[in-house]
């Protein structure tokens, strides 16, 4: 842990193959939400979401990486990340947070992201949209340059400025996004807080899964007796946004989003890359 990290930096044609990944990505996390209601199973939701990806012609990252046995992780409410798809059935007012992964070509993405099932309360809308934001935030720091802790900077920006009197969110610690290309989990780790370390500089062919986790209350987390369910350690709800993002010459792309980083990098000013796949089918053709 004390060597550098080895970064694996890609070529534009390597990163147009991780488009197509991210696109298979981006296409069974809109089925899962779109899926999604009261009364549901986990299990269900995984079943949508694997229909997808093989449909696609794609594998499941995440089906059999260090044993885990299924396609999507589902982590509902005050579980923040890993949860396994099963039995539990969604209720109304719920948080469920979708982390997708997909293998195209050899070629991964990795994309989550946290909804609502039905009616919520404002405060778990609030917790949702402050942890997208916070990605959202920290994908357009990576545009501006400089080294990887301008994710953790801007993480903790996004928090501190949502914070009121009667609201704190905790950033989640335990766990940190990281390097992705011809395996999902790659060098460097990728903070979501503050660090005296600056991290590796960015550069052009680096890819990244930027991926904050907020929980409605303290930072800390444990796992549970299966093994894989990351869990507030005090009960609080939590949100897990996440987007796998390319550093080109001339900008960067976020190759999990349908629009490529458009919408969601609007309010920051930046202009994502748009980069063409030839003819690859997607829900949105
Ligand atoms: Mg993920
Ligand atoms: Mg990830």
């Known amino acids: 842990m004390f060597g550098r990290p080895h970064i694996q930096y890609k070529t534009r044609e390597q990163v147009l193959l991780m488009r197509r990944a991210g696109l298979v990505v981006a296409d069974s996390l809109a089925a899962v939400q779109q899926a999604a209601q009261p009364g549901m199973t986990t299990g269900e939701l995984d079943e949508v979401a694997s229909d997808v990806i093989i449909g696609a012609g794609a594998d499941a990252s995440f089906l059999?990486?260090?044993?885990?046995?299924?396609?999507?992780?589902?982590?509902v409410n005050d579980a923040v990340i890993h949860a396994i798809p099963g039995g539990t059935r969604l209720h109304a007012g719920d948080i469920v947070s979708i982390d997708c992964g997909a293998i195209v070509d050899g070629w991964h993405g990795d994309g989550a992201m946290s909804f609502l099932v039905g009616e919520g309360s404002a405060a778990d809308e609030c917790l949702v949209a402050t942890t997208e934001q916070a990605m959202w935030a920290a994908i357009a720091a990576l545009a501006g340059g400089g080294h990887l802790n301008v994710v953790g900077e801007a993480v903790e920006q996004v928090v501190a400025a949502?914070?009121?009197?009667?609201?704190?969110?905790?950033?989640?610690?335990?766990?940190?996004?990281?390097?992705?290309?011809?395996?999902?989990?790659?060098?460097?780790?990728?903070?979501?807080?503050?660090?005296?370390?600056?991290?590796?500089?960015?550069?052009?062919?680096?890819?990244?899964?930027?991926?904050?986790m907020l929980t409605a209350g303290r930072s800390d987390v444990c796992v549970c007796e299966d093994d894989w369910t990351v869990m507030t350690a005090d009960g609080s709800r939590a949100a897990h946004w996440e987007h796998t993002v390319a550093i080109l010459d001339d900008g960067i792309s976020v190759l999990t989003a349908h629009d490529g980083g458009v919408?969601?990098?609007?309010?920051?000013?930046?202009?994502?890359?748009?980069?063409?796949?030839?003819?690859?089918?997607?829900?949105?053709?």
């Open 64 to 75: 059999g990486y260090e044993g885990f046995p299924a396609s999507i992780c589902t982590s």
């Open 162 to 212: 949502a914070g009121t009197q009667e609201r704190h969110y905790g950033i989640v610690e335990d766990y940190v996004g990281h390097g992705i290309g011809t395996e999902m989990h790659q060098d460097p780790d990728v903070l979501n807080y503050r660090s005296r370390e600056r991290g590796p500089r960015l550069r052009s062919g680096m890819c990244l899964a930027i991926e904050p």
């Open 263 to 285: 919408s969601g990098l609007a309010p920051y000013g930046v202009t994502p890359v748009q980069l063409v796949t030839g003819a690859v089918p997607t829900l949105q053709d």
